[in-house]
């Protein structure tokens, strides 16, 4: 089941590709495909007649939800130009450099007393940031000077 899946899978990534691939049409296999996804078990656990499904509706994502409900309006929108020219590499990027930032710190989510989650921490620098580029906000300072007092001896 699992071999099959992936295999419809793999005919949806290259209709996806096709540029004369009729977008209707898609969208029927990838709904398919997603029926085929969420393949549940059936039967009681550890019992003989028991036949393991495949994945929950929890283990959908974003990509999976894009595939089967948006990637046909992209098809028959975008046709002159295909899908391969499209590319989510800016956003990943733009996660990845959030996410690495985040976990540099120390605390890491815990050790404070705020409530806030990963997210919102992440999101609340990320707002300062484009602050600060938007109103040319310096985000290096100079080093205070030191100020050396001798003290007379009387």
């Known amino acids: 089941m699992i071999q099959n899946l992936w295999n419809k899978f793999y005919e949806l990534y290259i209709?996806?590709?096709?540029?004369?691939?009729?977008?209707?049409?898609?969208?029927?296999?990838?709904?398919?495909?997603?029926?085929?996804?969420?393949?549940?078990?059936?039967?009681?656990?550890n019992t003989q007649g028991f036949k393991k499904g495949l994945y929950k509706p929890n283990d959908m994502t974003p990509y999976i939800h894009?595939?089967?409900h948006h990637v046909?309006?992209?098809?028959?929108?975008h046709q002159?130009?295909?899908?391969?020219?499209?590319?989510?590499s800016a956003v990943e990027k733009k996660n990845h450099q959030q996410v690495s930032y985040f976990f540099r710190k120390t605390m890491k989510d815990g050790g404070?007393?705020?409530?806030?989650?990963?997210?919102?921490?992440?999101?609340?620098h990320e707002n300062?940031?484009?602050?600060?580029?938007?109103?040319?906000?310096?985000?290096?300072?100079?080093?205070?000077?030191?100020?050396?007092?001798?003290?007379?001896?009387?």
């Open 72 to 77: 046909s309006e992209f098809m028959t929108i």
């Open 15 to 45: 209709k996806m590709k096709d540029q004369k691939t009729n977008a209707e049409e898609f969208q029927n296999d990838a709904k398919n495909w997603l029926t085929l996804f969420l393949t549940p078990s059936e039967g009681i656990p």
């Open 112 to 124: 404070r007393k705020s409530k806030s989650s990963a997210i919102i921490e992440i999101l609340e």
């Open 128 to 154: 300062r940031s484009l602050f600060y580029n938007y109103h040319n906000v310096s985000l290096n300072s100079q080093k205070p000077n030191k100020i050396h007092i001798k003290a007379e001896n009387n």
């Open 66 to 68: 894009v595939l089967v």
């Open 80 to 88: 002159k130009w295909g899908l391969k020219s499209f590319s989510c």
